[in-house]
């Protein structure tokens, strides 16, 4: 299940994607310069647009290095328009596809080590879902809600995507 | 995991009954009527304060009676105050503490149906990754993103909680 929660970190960064692709239609039509949306927060001491995608990707990413053992690679936050957001954002999902089920395993209980907290450790399923999963779609939803916050037309199917349904 | 994965949704509640708390004392200091924030929204077309608040309480107690085919208390949504909402909270809160983890035992397999899937259904790992926790979060930070909108001092560590740290 620590695999399908990375998966499903993927995915909902493909969501946010999407939104990005409505957000310059949306800019177009108006017309506005998109990029314009890059620093808009919801209260001043809020991290900026940029900041909440930038977030969104890093929690991903971070989640699954420290659940594996492996290093992330590293990308300096200088994301300027939304066309590097869109490939930082494919950075992440082409990197998070290069992990198998394998990967993951005795993850629940493997040692999470993180400098802010002086010594102590997490287990992994404790960091997973105490703090990696609530980061995550704190920091998406974030990006949704200034999206939303600005008229850009997304509603709750944008957000969730596509459903495992299957026949009874 | 995913009695944990409810664990963590009851554990959010919490941390939203203390930002109530907190914007009760912000409202309090500057003064204004705490309960004109119940109608507030970030969006004309998104849902109000008061309905984050309700679709969080519901989206936690929803899961929990899915992934365990039990019946969920009804609640009508007729919340005017923060008062009220702390009860719902609360009410919610304490529903989920008589959950154990046994009860779970192959929720990762059950059934789970919901009407506007058409007579499809969902298994319930795929429900839980999928919409619950994705819905759940969206709809507390959203409570917590329209808080933060009105200046109500809150930050990461209201939102995060307590972790499960421990001695290396």
């Given at each position: 299940?620590?695999?399908?929660?990375?998966?499903?970190?993927?995915?909902?960064?493909?969501?946010?994607?999407?939104?990005?692709?409505?957000?310059?239609?949306?800019?177009?039509?108006?017309?506005?310069?998109?990029?314009?949306?890059?620093?808009?927060?919801?209260?001043?001491?809020?991290?900026?647009?940029?900041?909440?995608?930038?977030?969104?990707?890093?929690?991903?990413?971070?989640?699954?290095?420290?659940?594996?053992?492996?290093?992330?690679?590293?990308?300096?936050?200088?994301?300027?328009?939304?066309?590097?957001?869109?490939?930082?954002?494919?950075?992440?999902?082409?990197?998070l596809d290069g992990f198998s089920a394998a990967d993951f395993e005795g993850a629940e209980k493997r040692i999470v080590t993180y400098p802010p907290w002086e010594g102590k450790v997490m287990l992994g399923?404790?960091?997973?879902?105490?703090?990696?999963?609530?980061?995550?779609?704190?920091?998406?939803?974030?990006?949704?809600?200034?999206?939303?916050?600005?008229?850009?037309?997304?509603?709750?199917?944008?957000?969730?995507?596509?459903?495992?349904?299957?026949?009874?």
């Amino acid at each position: 299940m620590i695999y399908r929660s990375i998966r499903q970190m993927h995915k909902m960064l493909g969501q946010l994607d999407t939104w990005l692709v409505k957000t310059a239609e949306y800019a177009q039509k108006k017309p506005f310069d998109v990029n314009t949306l890059l620093t808009f927060r919801l209260a001043p001491d809020q991290h900026s647009f940029v900041r909440q995608v930038q977030s969104s990707c890093d929690h991903a990413k971070m989640a699954a290095a420290r659940l594996t053992g492996k290093e992330a690679p590293k990308h300096p936050d200088d994301e300027q328009t939304f066309e590097a957001l869109h490939a930082r954002i494919r950075a992440v999902r082409t990197w998070l596809d290069g992990f198998s089920a394998a990967d993951f395993e005795g993850a629940e209980k493997r040692i999470v080590t993180y400098p802010p907290w002086e010594g102590k450790v997490m287990l992994g399923e404790d960091y997973l879902l105490e703090r990696a999963l609530p980061n995550f779609f704190f920091h998406v939803t974030h990006a949704y809600a200034i999206l939303r916050n600005n008229g850009v037309d997304l509603g709750k199917k944008d957000y969730i995507g596509q459903l495992s349904l299957r026949a009874p």
